[in-house]
Nanobody, 124 residues
Framework: QVQVVESGGGTVQAGDSLRLSCNAS????????LGWFRQAPGKGREFVAA????????YYAKFAEGRFTVSKDSTKNIQYLQMDSLSAEDTAVYYC?????????????????WGQGTQVTVSS
């Protein structure tokens, strides 16, 4: 089993930055990739970004390219999502998820383990 816990959400002003953290525990050696998804009120959950746990490949949604960056710590069990130039449209609950199979990290149904989410609110 794998557990993932998000942290770092909060309320910021438009144009500000925020860094989210995803802390993986349990059978972390089984993790192929960690991904970030978000869900705004009244909308479906959408892909934001992802990174391979051991490799260097990263993936970004179009809206995240150039503004969001994924990185990881030396243990490779913590993945960060650095979000810059935030706007009100980025307001959502952000979820971290883990996939243990070699599946496409951009697809929501690839993921087996999900966190509870962390709220990000951007005021304009």
């Amino acid at each position: 089993q794998v557990q993932v816990v998000e942290s770092g959400g909060g309320t910021v002003q438009a144009g500000d930055s925020l860094r989210l953290s995803c802390n993986a525990s349990g059978r972390t050696d089984d993790i192929f990739a960690l991904g970030w998804f978000r869900q705004a009120p009244g909308k479906g959950r959408e892909f934001v970004a992802a990174g391979h746990r051991l490799g260097f490949s990263t993936y970004y949604a179009k809206f995240a390219e150039g503004r969001f960056t994924v990185s990881k710590d030396s243990t490779k069990n913590i993945q960060y999502l650095q979000m810059d130039s935030l706007s009100a449209e980025d307001t959502a609950v952000y979820y971290c998820a883990a996939v243990t199979t070699h599946s496409d990290p951009r697809l929501i149904y690839s993921y087996e383990y999900w966190g509870q989410g962390t709220q990000v609110t951007v005021s304009s």
